[in-house]
T-cell receptor, first 113, second 112 residues
Framework: GQQLNQSPQSMFIQEGEDVSMNCTSS?????WLWYKQDPGEGPVLLIA?????ELTSNGRLTAQFGITRKDSFLNISASIPSDVGIYFC?????????????FGQGTRLTINP | DADVTQTPRNRITKTGKRIMLECSQT?????MYWYRQDPGLGLQLIYY???????NKGEISDGYSVSRQAQAKFSLSLESAIPNQTALYFC???????????FGPGTRLTVL
């Protein structure tokens, strides 16, 4: 089935550094979602984007809905140890309406104190 | 209290056994989903339901079945468990308005 291309697959950074990750698709999305998953837990919704060009923040997290509607970016500023986890992008392809989500492969974030 | 709950949280079983995983939600959402996650991988859709009378297969439904007993309850069954069904299983709900889904804490299933 369709997948989103998420990069990088993993990141190893120092505490306090900024983080950037992105997600691309070959088809148009009308919603972009960013989730975080802690080990052994379910994904938690961080940010939802609904309009091309939209820039939305949630604390130290900022996400953008690409103008082409085929990509999205997530930035984390001034990382702290609790940011460790796996970040997933997801969205319902326009062709499917809001019925089902497709997910990226995830970005695993590791922070050295 | 959690909006989406899953039971059990952990289960170890043997090949050939029938297993049921349960999901309940208090969010009032009509749409419910079951996903599977293998180590280091993303989420794969097993089954989904848009209301009590609606059941749809996802990408990897073979070897699984579901039951939507009520708006708030959606259970996943493995009729005859096999070792390659060892994985994390997540239930999710959605109001359907914009595609956002909200996940339960997961069930870790091990099939020996």
């Amino acid at each position: 089935g369709q997948q989103l291309n998420q990069s990088p697959q993993s990141m190893f950074i120092q505490e306090g550094e900024d983080v950037s990750m992105n997600c691309t698709s070959s088809s148009i999305f009308n919603t972009w979602l960013w989730y975080k998953q802690d080990p052994g837990e379910g994904p938690v919704l961080l940010i939802a984007l609904y309009k091309a060009g939209e820039l939305t923040s949630n604390g130290r997290l900022t996400a953008q809905f690409g103008i082409t509607r085929k990509d999205s970016f997530l930035n984390i500023s001034a990382s702290i140890p609790s940011d460790v986890g796996i970040y997933f992008c997801a969205g319902p392809p326009l062709i499917q309406g809001a019925q089902k989500l497709v997910f990226g492969q995830g970005t695993r974030l590791t922070i050295n104190p | 209290d959690a909006d989406v709950t899953q039971t059990p949280r952990n289960r170890i079983t043997k090949t050939g056994k029938r297993i049921m995983l349960e999901c309940s939600q208090t969010k009032g959402h009509d749409r419910m989903y079951w996903y599977r996650q293998d180590p280091g991988l993303g989420l794969q859709l097993i089954y989904y339901s848009f209301d009590v009378k609606d059941i749809n297969k996802g990408e990897i439904s073979d070897g699984y079945s579901v039951s939507r007993q009520a708006q708030a309850k959606f259970s996943l069954s493995l009729e005859s468990a096999i070792p390659n069904q060892t994985a994390l299983y997540f239930c999710a709900t959605s109001s359907g308005a914009r595609g956002e889904q909200f996940f339960g804490p997961g069930t870790r299933l091990t099939v020996l």
